[in-house]
């Protein structure tokens, strides 16, 4: 039973165990990560087993979306950490000529990582691995509404840890708000920008510092000059994996009014082909998971019976089998504002186009939301997709395609305000969780501002009206 008793017990030990991983080797942190790396390849039949009795999700997809971007985390880590972990000299100013600096990259300490249930196993073992590589101890509070998977990374961890390096407690709700009470020297959670609100709350009474990977509603421009067929099959392919329910997703697709109809017949011809090849019917498809559960499924109903009661079209879909929690990849058309899935992240398989005159029309209808977790834009013309790029704001953007920029290893990966706070991945997970500590050295005898002490008589100040003017 994980209890608060345990919790304390537990988050107590680590702090012992950070304090003498502060000067932890690189081989040691990569010996770590090489366990994780060595179980996750290992297990990968019982990580997809998992992931199936959750949710239906395909093995394929497991492996693709849960496995893979672990393992090649760890192996751009192993490559690069020598690096990361080496202080960085800083070249002097002129008013600090004489002295010499580095950044020194020490770990924060004690990280407490709460991960969602729609990515179950890759959201909480990819921070872990950034903890990891940054020196730190680390608490994991896995969801609840995907028990077998939480299960498995628990045991997982018990098998390759001890509690007082990295430890893991399930349950509900009340098991965060009892770890939320502790004094963690970083947080990184992953959810909703409604829960991501209470974390930082709780956070500040600790003044831990935190990374938010939130969410939003991510736009998708398609620009008149856009290969359709191209952009097509990409959106439909970010769109619908994990049956929609992934945070950089595609969420809602403004498209030029003379491309629109093109561009509906090239989506339903990619449906087709990847979720039906057969004509057996989508609902017969391996390739597609389901809603995680019953709750989910009403709410993303009440989305659809909402739109079309306020004149929504269905371009395509719109079967639902509540017992199965299965709904057909659907795209809507004929929107407006009242509708609850244009003021809602639908985070199911429903797809909302709408359609706009002019490149500014689109700007201003995503500049009156909150800044979305990413934004992506489908066409040639170089000139548009600039002002694009620079006209609106979001955690991240590609161009010409859609979710791929997840597994860049060299991008930082994050929102901005409403969809998240912090970077992750690569070098900036490492950052996340390392405090970048300035040490200057100064020369024995030598000060720099010797003069520039009591009595501040005429010539002091003097000297100091010269510093504003010319330093």
């Not at 996750?40 to 979306?65: G, M, R, Y």
């Not at 991240?396 to 409403?418: E, Q, R, S, T």
Request: proline share 5%; glycine share 6%; charged share 25%.
């Amino acid at each position: 039973m994980d209890t608060p008793d345990l919790i304390n017990k537990t988050f107590l030990a680590q702090n012992k165990t950070a304090l003498s991983w502060r000067n932890s080797t690189t081989d040691q942190r990569i010996e770590r990560l090489k366990k994780i790396k060595t179980w996750v390849l290992e297990n990968e039949k019982k990580i997809q087993d998992a992931l199936f009795e959750d949710f239906k999700k395909p093995a394929a997809e497991t492996t693709l979306s849960e496995i893979y971007p672990l393992t090649s985390e760890i192996n751009h880590v192993i490559k690069n950490l020598a690096t990361w972990v080496k202080p960085k000299k800083v070249p002097s100013t002129l008013a600090m000529a004489g002295t010499k600096s580095k950044i020194y990259y020490e770990p924060k300490g004690v990280s407490l990582i709460i991960s969602p249930w729609n990515y179950p196993f890759n959201l909480a073992i990819g921070p872990l691995i950034s903890a990891l590589a940054a020196g730190c101890t680390a608490i994991i509070k896995p969801s609840e509404l995907t028990p077998h998977t939480s299960g498995l990374i628990k045991s997982m961890i018990a098998e390759l840890f001890e509690s007082s390096e990295v430890a893991v407690f399930t349950g509900d709700v009340e098991v965060s708000k009892n770890l939320l009470k502790f004094p963690f020297d970083h947080i990184f959670f992953t959810g909703s920008p409604t829960v991501g609100k209470i974390v930082m709350e709780a956070a500040s009474k600790n003044l831990s510092s935190i990374t938010l990977e939130l969410g939003g509603k991510s736009p998708t421009i398609i620009h008149d000059s856009a290969d359709l067929k191209d952009a097509a099959e990409k959106i439909i392919k970010g769109k619908f994996i994990n049956c929609g329910q992934t945070c950089i997703a595609p969420d809602y697709v403004l498209v030029q009014n003379q491309v629109k109809e093109e561009l509906m017949m090239e989506m339903k011809v990619a449906i087709q082909k990847m979720y039906d090849p057969e004509y057996k019917g989508i609902e017969h498809s391996k390739d597609l998971a389901r809603i995680i559960n019953q709750k989910n499924h009403i709410r993303l109903e009440q989305l659809i019976q909402d739109a079309i009661e306020k004149g929504a079209k269905f371009e395509f879909g719109g079967n639902i089998t509540p017992e199965t929690l299965y709904i057909e990849p659907t795209i809507l058309s004929n929107l407006n504002e009242n509708m609850d899935l244009m003021n809602e992240e639908i985070f199911g398989p429903i797809l909302p186009i709408l359609t706009y005159e002019d490149i500014q029309e689109a700007i201003d209808l995503i500049n009156s939301k909150p800044k979305p977790l990413a934004l992506y834009y489908f066409g040639k013309d170089d000139e548009t997709t600039n002002k694009v790029i620079s006209d609106t704001s979001s955690g991240n953007a590609v161009i010409n395609d859609c979710v791929l920029h997840y597994l860049h290893k060299n991008l930082p990966f994050g929102g901005v305000n409403n969809s998240g706070i912090g970077k992750a991945h690569g070098h900036y997970g490492f950052l996340a969780f390392s405090n970048e500590k300035g040490v200057l050295r100064q020369r024995v005898g030598f000060n720099n501002s010797s003069m520039i002490k009591p009595p501040y008589g005429i010539k002091v100040n003097k000297i100091i009206s010269s510093l504003i003017k010319w330093l």
